[in-house]
């Protein structure tokens, strides 16, 4: 069964601070992941896109890798601001053609003061 | 370009009532997805077009739920009748070509009593 399993469901962190956010996915097969994130009462925002060959994409503070051997994907933020404070999904894309998706649930980051 | 635009922004009706939404895509882009999020479920894709003729609408929950896309620059969204559990957020996205980041709309929180 194709499934996105995100960790953790939510995080707390000090502004200032480093947090990796991890995705798990059995996805199969795989054309690409991406990275979302969402603030509150809006549409959400893509951060990142690898596809199998990519191990690592960068967006400003956010880092994205990918291990497509053992099918885990992290989102790395650093130097963390209250803007962060969002949910960020991971959406695995099926290489049978189409838009196949199959969404994480999200982590929701909360950036404290 | 003022990117995806959602109409209403909230819906409140009674139990029974058809609900319309209204999503006008980015200018030139042949993809629009609608997408429905719930606290339990999170994103669900429930259809997509590709030059407005419908493609997969596997998502869509029951007959209940209809699509269409008349033209390039406007779809709806219609539950008829409503029920209860239809509350959540429904997004539209758009996207120019297979592959190519989405862009999504505000949403429309749909409130049924």
């Known amino acids: 069964k194709n499934q996105v399993e995100q960790s953790p469901q939510s995080l707390i962190i000090l502004e200032g601070k480093n947090c990796t956010l991890q995705?798990?996915?059995?996805?199969?097969?795989?054309?690409?992941l991406r990275w979302y994130k969402q603030d509150t009462g809006r549409g959400p925002v893509s951060l990142t896109i690898?596809?199998?060959?990519?191990n690592t994409k960068s967006n400003g503070r956010y880092t994205a890798t990918l291990d497509a051997d053992t099918k885990q994907s992290s989102l790395h933020i650093t130097a963390s601001q209250l803007s962060d404070s969002a949910s960020y999904i991971c959406?695995?894309?099926?290489?049978?053609?189409?838009?196949?998706?199959?969404f994480g649930a999200g982590t929701r980051l909360f950036v404290k003061a | 370009d003022a990117g995806v635009i959602q109409s209403p922004r909230h819906e409140v009706t009674e139990m029974g009532q058809e609900v319309t939404l209204r999503c006008k895509p980015i200018?030139?882009?042949?993809?629009l997805f609608w997408y429905r999020q719930t606290m339990m479920r999170g994103l669900e894709l429930l259809i997509y077009?590709?030059?407005?003729?419908?493609?997969?609408d596997s998502g869509m929950p029951e007959d209940r739920f209809s699509a269409k896309m008349p033209n390039a620059s406007f779809s709806t969204l219609k539950i008829q009748p409503s029920e209860p559990r239809d509350s959540a957020v429904y997004f539209c996205?758009?996207?120019?070509?297979?592959?190519?980041?989405?862009?999504f709309g505000p949403g429309t929180r749909l409130t049924v009593t």
């Open positions: 995705c798990n996915y059995t996805v199969s097969p795989f054309s690409n």
């Open positions: 690898m596809t199998f060959s990519e």
């Open positions: 200018s030139g882009h042949d993809y």
């Open positions: 996205a758009s996207t120019y070509r297979q592959g190519y980041e989405q862009y």
């Open positions: 077009f590709n030059n407005n003729v419908p493609i997969d």
């Open positions: 959406v695995v894309r099926s290489g049978t053609g189409g838009f196949k998706t199959i």
